[in-house]
């Protein structure tokens, strides 16, 4: 069966660093794009970043743009959300989706979704 596991989530001080990975199983990241979402508590979920593999395409939401990097490991089956320069702001939880195209995924239209991992930055 397809799972994808989210991992990485942690606590962090604002301007700290953590490494978010979503390992696919059952999946072939050249077949889907993966992207990662948020939702902090009060909010609404929200699409942070999301990569097509087969690509090469990225996208970050504004708010993340220069300080989150996405990037896959295909033979590891697995895609990463490297954040830097944390903020209180982004503390949520993460979750990581996967659908047959990206602009399926960016309508927020995941076929595939792993459980959120938190992440918690303290000012």
């Known amino acids: 069966d397809v799972q994808l596991q989210a991992s990485g989530g942690g606590l962090a001080q604002a301007g700290g660093s953590l490494r978010l990975s979503c390992a696919a199983s059952q999946l072939h990241l050249d077949d889907y794009a993966i992207g990662w979402f948020r939702q902090a508590p009060g909010k609404e979920r929200e699409g942070v970043s999301c990569i097509d593999s087969s690509s090469g395409s990225k996208y970050y939401a504004d708010s993340v743009k220069g300080r989150f990097t996405i990037s896959s490991d295909n033979a590891k089956n697995t895609v990463y959300l490297q954040m830097n320069s944390l903020k209180p702001e982004d503390t949520a939880v993460y979750y990581c989706?996967?659908?047959?195209?990206?602009?399926?995924?960016?309508?927020?239209?995941?076929?595939?979704w792993g459980l959120g991992t938190q992440v918690t930055v303290s000012s």
């Open positions: 989706a996967a659908a047959t195209t990206p602009l399926k995924l960016r309508s927020g239209l995941g076929d595939y």
